[in-house]
T-cell receptor
Framework: RKEVEQDPGPFNVPEGATVAFNCTYSNSASQSFFWYRQDCRKEPKLLMS???SGNEDGRFTAQLNRASQYISLLIRDSKLSDSATYLCVVNRVGADGLTFGKGTHLIIQP | EAQVTQNPRYLITVTGKKLTVTCSQNMNHEYMSWYRQDPGLGLRQIYYSMNVEVTDKGDVPEGYKVSRKEKRNFPLILESPSPNQTSLYFC???????????FGNGTRLTVT
């Protein structure tokens, strides 16, 4: 099982819809989880950290399911500007640093 | 403004010609790291540094060198670049190895 796995998509979603995607991680001892957003050919930018109790930031909600070892990202009322690649990130266990998933490509259509 | 600065943004070079990509951060971060990003392979870590004079290999260190003589700088050195090192490179820094990373805006390297 890969350390961090994501459905690559693309997810084609109409503007205004709600979209959700998951990410699974392999090591149950992982403690830090993040979602990053990356626009084409640009640097990844932190979208939000993911906390055990789940957390919300405006239209974005992140959740962690430790039992099943996955994190999720929900985007409500999607905007054209939400089109991007979303990267799931998990800390390495037994080593320093973060492991990035390959990303889920989201396209919001007018 | 808190930032990670990489230079150059674009670089075209020939096989075997040594090059250095610079990276500097102004956030007093302990941790710095280099990644390369290739289509279908995602972000892969090349080297990282926990502090001054402390560096370690990531997942794909072959063909690269780094140094951390000062806290703010973490240059990436390609002693003898080859075409398979053509890629988009990102430098990043954070407070610690498990904290969110702040990325530079990338260096697109082409080796012919």
């Amino acid at each position: 099982r890969k350390e961090v796995e994501q459905d690559p998509g693309p997810f084609n979603v109409p503007e205004g819809a709600t979209v959700a995607f998951n990410c699974t991680y392999s090591n149950s001892a992982s403690q830090s989880f993040f979602w990053y957003r990356q626009d084409c050919r640009k640097e990844p930018k932190l979208l939000m950290s993911v906390y055990s109790s789940g957390n919300e930031d405006g239209r974005f909600t992140a959740q962690l399911n430790r039992a099943s070892q996955y994190i999720s990202l929900l985007i409500r009322d999607s905007k054209l500007s939400d089109s991007a690649t979303y990267l799931c990130v998990v800390n390495r266990v037994g080593a320093d640093g973060l492991t990035f998933g390959k990303g889920t490509h989201l396209i919001i259509q007018p | 403004e808190a930032q990670v600065t990489q230079n150059p943004r674009y670089l075209i070079t020939v096989t075997g010609k040594k090059l250095t990509v610079t990276c500097s951060q102004n956030m007093n971060h302990e941790y710095m790291s280099w990644y390369r990003q290739d289509p279908g392979l995602g972000l892969r870590q090349i080297y990282y540094s926990m502090n001054v004079e402390v560096t370690d290999k990531g997942d794909v260190p072959e063909g690269y060198k780094v140094s951390r003589k000062e806290k703010r700088n973490f240059p990436l050195i390609l002693e003898s670049p080859s075409p398979n090192q053509t890629s988009l490179y990102f430098c990043a820094s954070s407070l610690s190895g498990s904290s969110p990373l702040h990325f530079g805006n990338g260096t697109r390297l082409t080796v012919t």
